[in-house]
């Protein structure tokens, strides 16, 4: 047969897809799905005649069965799915950033049917949206009132707007920052129509900078944490309080974006950070900070501050824009009952790896070493290294751990191996090898990152 021949005598699509060969994924893909992948197939088929390949034209369903089939588990791959963490990077933004606590999984399945997130069951009137939440958070911080939006950004967008949207908003040079993910302090004034008032300096901002800037154009006055970054050596900028304390019109709040969102004092931990409680007290008429970073919480932004300006931000038409669902409020229902009482602080899974021993953390090293030597030729070490808060906070922090270190294989192929298992598991590129730094690993899923290390070693990553 000619090349014209056998390309004339390729099977068509709808043919292809009749065949027995893909039976059992006829039931469980989507039609147009599998069209598309049968005609990738075919397409890769005549791609390879027209380059002079030779094609096996008997095989061709199965080896268009295969293609789909690949197709199908790559696809499968991308759904949302369980991830071991052992990277020892706490706050994992690329895995969600903060584990949750059990109670507040719990809560999150009770909402996500049918709940009362407006609705006031005694009185069978409509509530407050998650009316419950917003005074426990307030109680925990020692603020007035509080709002919940998307995310910390969010919030920042939506005060910037609502209070002070058309005017000018004062802030130190050295904190118009970028947090990541292409979020830059800039551009989000200009998104939400206030004008930057820049003052002082890089390193060096003091009060009487911010004195002078006031006129009858300011909307606010904004101070921004330096959560991602450290400024060291000669530089200075006014405390909150001092920032609140500072002559002016009742019209011009002082907002504090803090961020990292830390409840309270975490020097036991090795961490230190302001807290919400103290920007409340030292009079920052807003604070805003995120759900899912140091609270150990859902993503969402806590706006927390005075009743009016609250109020006024609730009012607002963006706020409708910001809302966050019924299952975010109801894990962070739970996550703030954990707060308010300190010797529930340890169902919190960001303060157990923050309070675990290294000792501990190497002793589980140790067992996980010996359950699996002798898989493949690798060779496996117990070795001491830091573990990272991450999230975009605390960026001088460690914590001295433990990990197990791989080397003698082909690194890469065993990470992608982990990373493609069920669970998948997450590791850390070492410059001569693979880190798996387990204080990030609960203990209920050592037994899992055992069966997975297995595997991976043994399906050969050999040298
Ligand atoms: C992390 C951070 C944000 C953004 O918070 P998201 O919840 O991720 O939107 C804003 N401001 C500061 C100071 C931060 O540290």
């Given at each position: 047969?000619?090349?014209?021949d056998q390309?004339?005598?390729?099977?068509?699509?709808?043919?292809?897809?009749r065949s027995?060969?893909?039976?059992?994924l006829?039931?469980?893909?989507?039609?147009?799905?599998?069209v598309?992948?049968?005609?990738?197939?075919?397409?890769?088929v005549?791609?390879?005649?027209?380059?002079?390949?030779?094609?096996?034209?008997s095989?061709?369903?199965?080896?268009?069965?295969?293609?789909?089939?690949?197709?199908?588990?790559?696809?499968?791959q991308?759904?949302?799915?369980t991830?071991i963490?052992?990277?020892?990077?706490?706050?994992?933004?690329?895995?969600?950033?903060?584990?949750?606590?059990q109670?507040?999984?719990?809560?999150?399945l009770?909402?996500?049917?049918?709940?009362?997130?407006?609705?006031?069951l005694?009185?069978?009137q409509?509530?407050?949206?998650?009316?419950?939440v917003?005074?426990?958070?307030?109680e925990l911080?020692?603020?007035?009132?509080?709002?919940?939006?998307?995310?910390?950004?969010?919030?920042?967008?939506?005060?910037?707007?609502?209070?002070?949207?058309?005017?000018?908003?004062?802030?130190?040079?050295?904190?118009?920052v970028?947090?990541?993910?292409?979020?830059?302090?800039?551009?989000?004034?200009?998104?939400?129509?206030?004008?930057?008032?820049?003052?002082?300096?890089?390193?060096?901002?003091?009060?009487?900078?911010?004195?002078?800037?006031?006129?009858?154009?300011?909307?606010?006055?904004?101070?921004?944490?330096?959560?991602?970054?450290q400024?060291?050596?000669?530089?200075?900028?006014?405390?909150?309080?001092?920032?609140a304390?500072?002559?002016?019109?009742?019209?011009?709040?002082?907002v504090?974006?803090?961020?990292?969102?830390?409840?309270?004092?975490?020097?036991?931990?090795?961490?230190?950070?302001?807290?919400?409680?103290?920007?409340v007290?030292?009079?920052?008429?807003?604070?805003?900070?995120?759900?899912?970073?140091?609270?150990?919480?859902?993503?969402?932004?806590i706006i927390?501050g005075?009743?009016?300006?609250?109020?006024?931000?609730?009012?607002?038409?963006?706020?409708?824009?910001?809302?966050?669902?019924?299952v975010?409020?109801?894990?962070?229902?739970?996550?703030?009952?954990?707060?308010?009482?300190?010797?529930?602080?340890d169902?919190?899974?960001l303060?157990?790896?923050?309070g675990?021993?290294?000792?501990?953390?190497?002793?589980?090293?140790?067992s996980?070493?010996?359950?699996i030597?002798?898989?493949?030729s690798?060779?496996?070490?117990?070795?001491p290294?830091e573990?990272?808060?991450?999230?975009g906070?605390?960026?001088?922090?460690?914590?001295?751990?433990?990990?197990?270190?791989?080397t003698?294989?082909?690194?890469?192929?065993?990470?992608?191996?982990?990373r493609?298992?069920?669970?998948?598991?997450?590791?850390?590129?070492?410059?001569?090898?693979?880190?798996?730094?387990?204080?990030?690993?609960?203990?209920?899923?050592?037994?899992?990152?055992?069966?997975?290390?297995?595997?991976?070693?043994?399906?050969?990553s050999?040298?």
């Amino acid at each position: 047969m000619n090349k014209t021949d056998q390309l004339r005598n390729l099977p068509a699509v709808d043919e292809v897809l009749r065949s027995d060969a893909l039976s059992d994924l006829r039931e469980c893909c989507p039609h147009h799905r599998l069209v598309g992948w049968v005609r990738d197939a075919l397409e890769r088929v005549r791609q390879t005649m027209r380059d002079g390949g030779e094609v096996d034209l008997s095989a061709l369903p199965d080896s268009i069965a295969a293609h789909v089939r690949q197709a199908a588990t790559v696809e499968q791959q991308q759904s949302l799915q369980t991830v071991i963490n052992a990277t020892g990077v706490l706050l994992h933004t690329n895995l969600g950033r903060a584990p949750l606590a059990q109670a507040a999984i719990d809560r999150m399945l009770r909402a996500a049917a049918y709940s009362n997130v407006e609705l006031d069951l005694r009185s069978g009137q409509r509530s407050g949206r998650g009316a419950r939440v917003l005074k426990l958070l307030a109680e925990l911080t020692g603020a007035e009132s509080a709002l919940v939006v998307n995310n910390c950004a969010g919030a920042t967008m939506l005060v910037l707007q609502a209070i002070a949207g058309g005017r000018e908003v004062i802030i130190s040079r050295g904190q118009l920052v970028e947090i990541g993910g292409g979020f830059r302090l800039p551009e989000v004034f200009t998104a939400a129509g206030a004008v930057l008032r820049e003052v002082g300096t890089t390193n060096r901002t003091y009060l009487r900078d911010y004195e002078q800037a006031l006129n009858d154009q300011t909307g606010a006055i904004i101070r921004v944490h330096h959560s991602n970054f450290q400024q060291s050596g000669f530089v200075e900028e006014p405390t909150i309080k001092e920032l609140a304390g500072i002559r002016r019109p009742s019209t011009i709040p002082v907002v504090d974006d803090l961020g990292s969102g830390c409840i309270r004092d975490l020097s036991a931990y090795g961490v230190s950070e302001p807290t919400v409680t103290e920007s409340v007290g030292a009079g920052a008429e807003l604070t805003l900070f995120s759900g899912d970073k140091l609270f150990g919480g859902p993503q969402c932004g806590i706006i927390v501050g005075r009743q009016s300006w609250i109020r006024q931000l609730r009012e607002s038409p963006m706020m409708r824009a910001l809302r966050v669902d019924k299952v975010t409020l109801a894990g962070l229902e739970a996550t703030t009952e954990i707060h308010l009482s300190e010797g529930r602080l340890d169902e919190l899974p960001l303060f157990k790896m923050l309070g675990r021993k290294s000792e501990s953390v190497r002793d589980t090293c140790v067992s996980v070493r010996q359950q699996i030597a002798g898989v493949s030729s690798a060779r496996i070490e117990v070795v001491p290294c830091e573990s990272r808060i991450g999230g975009g906070t605390l960026p001088g922090a460690t914590l001295s751990s433990y990990a197990l270190k791989i080397t003698g294989c082909k690194t890469s192929e065993l990470s992608r191996s982990l990373r493609l298992g069920t669970p998948a598991v997450q590791s850390r590129a070492a410059d001569d090898g693979l880190l798996l730094d387990l204080r990030t690993v609960a203990p209920s899923e050592v037994d899992l990152l055992v069966s997975q290390l297995r595997r991976a070693l043994a399906q050969g990553s050999g040298v």
